[in-house]
């Protein structure tokens, strides 16, 4: 059963709360490997349904433009506290309304239309808010984009370098969205510096690994950090803006009112209380066993044969590269769906595959994690894709799978499952 229990909903509307039971279950019963999701804590979830909701509070605390702020402005200032404090900066930003809004806030801020961004491209693992063709700020923006090393996997600071001085981006992103390795923040800060450009991190995957202290942090090295709240750092569906005191003027008037309207109140509240779980000390062990189980799911899907791109992982996040099983990546990720795996189909650099129909497949161990499971599972795990992918089509194969993850997973609470 949903968890905290939805009577009033089931009363008002039981068309929608069914679906929420079924989705609540589907997620009791499945291995969630997308590596951007994860479970929130109950109390994140009482936060994010509460009465919050209700308020328009446009502007910070003690300049808005509404009033009774009474209540929501310690709520955002104590968001507002922990993000500084969890992460060490100057200053953060806790209004944007999701990770895409957060990066168009960066360019309001440091950029005119036209002028040069430099980032990941999105085949490699990149954002597409990074300067991506179809996306606004490819559009809005001259975009350079970097990518990786054929042979490695891995981005090329000298590329990366190189790419800088010709383009003299005022912006260059780091960061992205299926990066199995260790940013390398200094390296992207002396670039940055030699070519006079902002450096932004988007941390939007990694949060929780920099909070929890299972991957180098970029503060003193990026002037502004981007990240979403919902990821690794396992809170509500947001985002923050983090700077050093030099860029913070710029960052709030972009988010208002340059970009946004009222806050999220409810999320921000949520927010706050994620921040205080990720203050605890447990936070840091669940960061330190994402990446150790990441790294066993790694290890196990290597024994089996499996190709991955850079040859394994540092952080949350596997990346399959299917070419060599002759099976793609759409494929793939539906036949796991359905054997009670939940994954993305993804490119993998210099994928020969459309990008609708790649080659690769993204796994996470972000939500497994939360679940309670191990490195002693991962091998378990490792064995259901690969049952998985050889059987698509098959689907006795595929389902009798999911009895069998669903069967394992009955063991692990949910927060948000009773
Ligand atoms: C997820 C993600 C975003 C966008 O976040 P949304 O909340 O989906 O808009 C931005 N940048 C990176 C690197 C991401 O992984």
Redesign the pocket.
Known sequence: MHDPAIPSLTGADPEIARLVQAEARRQFEKVRLIA?ENYVSTAVLEATGSVLTNKYSEGYAGRRYYEGQQVVDPVEELAVTRARTLFGVDHANVQPY???PA?LAVYLAFLEPGDTVMGMALPAGG?L?HGWGVSATGKWFRSAQYGVRKETGVVDLDEVRDLARAERPKVIFC???AIPRTIDFPGFAEIAREVGAVLVA?I??IAGLVAGGAHPSPVGHAQVITT?TH?TLRGP?G?MVLSDAEHAKAVDKAVFPGLQGGPHNHTTAAIAVALGEALDPSFGLYAHAVVQNARALAAALLDRGFDLVSGGTDNHLVLLDLTGRGVGGKPAAKALDRAGIEANYNTVPFDPRKPFDPSGVRLGTAAVTTRGLTEEQMPRVAEWIDRAVTAVGDEGELDRIAGEVAELMSGYPMPGWA
């Open positions: 951007s999701s990770g895409s990066n954002h808010t960061g992205g969205t988007d939007a995957h979403t990821k569906r985002a």
